[in-house]
């Protein structure tokens, strides 16, 4: 059974702070992870795709990867409360022909 | 990324009968995805659906139940039939293009009394 799994949260985080949000999955021979915004309502809107280990910046969000620890993370930087919402972890394997398996998504709160 | 539109938005049935989504993306896409969100729960595979050929379905969701077409490179449709209250869901299509990501539609919110 390949899993995702993050924290269900809520994350509470002062505004201009630093969220972290974190993911693990089971499957080691998963290529592609992708990080989903999610607001109450609201379909989901793909913010960062990471494919490589390492970091990858887009404005204040850096997705992080560690394939040999199976972990992908999102660094919310100067969260804003326009933040607040479901992030939602993705992976794709090898075999999977575009599927995607969603972690459970973690809640962010930005308190102002 | 593709623009990708729902039909309807919302609705609401009475139990036993069935209902269509229409999922329209604006150009042609290999693959288009269907999906599940129960309330206060993460995304699901219903099926995917590939041009010219059978949906392809998960585990725990058959073609009776939610038949799929796939008559084009931009549309699709899913049917829920035979409603019950447990179908009571947000259903959503997805697009899976030559970028390799997946774009979501709006959503149909479906409740079933």
């Known amino acids: 059974q390949k899993e995702v799994e993050q924290n269900s949260g809520p994350l509470s985080v002062p505004e201009g702070a630093i969220a972290s949000l974190n993911c693990t999955y089971s499957?080691?021979?998963?290529?592609?992870f992708f990080w989903y915004r999610q607001y109450s309502g609201k379909s989901p809107e793909l913010i960062m795709s990471?494919?490589?280990?390492g970091d990858k910046e887009d404005g204040r969000f850096t997705a992080q990867l560690n394939k040999a620890s199976q972990y992908v993370s999102l660094l919310i930087r100067d969260s804003q409360p326009s933040d607040s919402a479901t992030y939602l972890c993705a992976v794709k394997g090898t075999d999977s022909w575009g599927k995607l398996q969603f972690g459970a998504g973690t809640q962010v709160v930005v308190t102002p | 990324s593709a623009v990708i539109s729902q039909k309807p938005s919302r609705d609401i049935c009475q139990r036993g009968t069935s209902l269509t989504i229409q999922c329209q993306v604006d150009s042609q896409v290999t693959m288009m995805f269907w999906y599940r969100q129960q309330p206060g729960q993460s995304l699901t595979l219903i099926a995917t659906?590939?041009?010219?050929?059978?949906?392809?379905?998960e585990s725990g969701f058959v073609i009776d139940k939610f038949p799929i077409s796939r008559p084009n490179l931009t549309f699709s449709t899913l049917t829920v039939s035979n409603m019950s209250p447990e179908d009571s869901s947000i259903y959503l299509c997805?697009?899976?293009?030559?970028?390799?990501?997946?774009?979501f539609g709006p959503g149909t919110r479906l409740l079933v009394l």
């Open positions: 997805s697009d899976y293009g030559q970028s390799e990501t997946q774009y």
């Open positions: 990471i494919y490589s280990n």
């Open positions: 499957d080691r021979v998963s290529q592609s």
């Open positions: 659906a590939n041009q010219g050929s059978e949906a392809t379905y």
